[in-house]
């Protein structure tokens, strides 16, 4: 399934660009979790495993779109009177028949009964002794849907490798779908690492910081559509981290680390997976993020993340986001970006990818005004990230920028 050098960068690289990276994730991954086929009614929130096909055509027979009085043919101009059937069709009804020249009562949403192809809103029309007058023209079939105008049975509706979201679970639902093969969430194992590391909500001493990362990343991969599992804080104790590594590769399809990735005395998510010899230190030409260690424990391919918040969140969502969704049988998400006119300057170093926590106001892209990756308030006061590209240089207001929701990125 993953070899052992899926995460192997080319050699004599120094700093591996982002597209490089992600294109060399992109290759190695594939998805890793169940199939199994489910009622449509558990089917939502779920991955689609295989194309899913209309078992029933949308709409499935030709209806009316509206509350009128429906015949058979079109009408020229000039006034029309026709005898009004006694009879009416209404949604739910089973279609009936309507003689030649005559007219019926029609309620949005019935079948069209035998005989009707056209419907007068009921607005435009005068009723009075058994019959109804209307002025014309009327184009025949104007406000009828056709059967199959939406979708026809057969069709694909869902492609393999979609979430399935709140219109898709309607599109199913609607096309008399019964069963989907979907796949299992993939369980996603976040472990926080550091000495220094405190439970929020719990009292800290001088020294200690609370765990910032472990909710983020928790809620995170909640969000992303995949199952979390919290494998809580390990001090910076190598036997400590090999246990808890063992456990996460247990419970979990993937784990997700943050801090000890770099090459320091104490970091030992490095220094484990490097024991593996599957590990990467990923030196990315990106702003903010240190080193990233990839490598795979026991089979499952852990993503060690920084341990500062800023960089944590931003490489979860830029390196560890669309590998998990592949690895979760989705297809490769690529964040959607809007180009926006700066509302700020910059200068810029080329040769790296930065992201810049932004927001939009007034049709412009704020950034915040610290870039330090310490400063969790910034990550909460944006709403999304602006991409300053490898080559970007200076940054003036009414430079376009690309902006990327947070919504972009599935958060
Ligand atoms: P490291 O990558 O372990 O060297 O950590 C880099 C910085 O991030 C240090 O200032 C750590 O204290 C901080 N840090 C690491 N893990 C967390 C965490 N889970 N929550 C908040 N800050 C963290
Ligand atoms: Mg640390």
Redesign the pocket.
Known sequence: MLTNSCFALPPGVHWTPVQDALDLLRRNLAPVTQVRDVPVAQATGRVTATAVLAERSNPPLPNTAVDGYGFAGGKPEGVHRMPLAPARAAAGDAPGILKKGEAMRVLTGAALPEGVDTVVLQEDVTVADGAISFRGPVRQGANTRKAGEDVEAGEVVVAAGRRIGAPEAALLAATGVRAVSVRAPLRVAVV???E??VEPGETARDGQ?F????PMLLDLARRLGHTPVDMGRVPDDRDALRARLDAAAQDADVILT?????AGDEDHVSALLDETGTMTLWRIAVKPG?PLALGLWQGKPVFGL????VAALVCALVFARPPMAVLAGETWPEPQGFDVPAAFSKNKKAGRTEFLRARVRDGAAEVFPSEGSGRISGLSWAEGLVELPMEAAEITPGTMVRFIPYGSFGL
């Open positions: 926080s690492t550091g220094e590391l910081i765990d910032a990362n472990r943050s801090g000890g990735a770099s240190r920084p341990g500062n918040p």
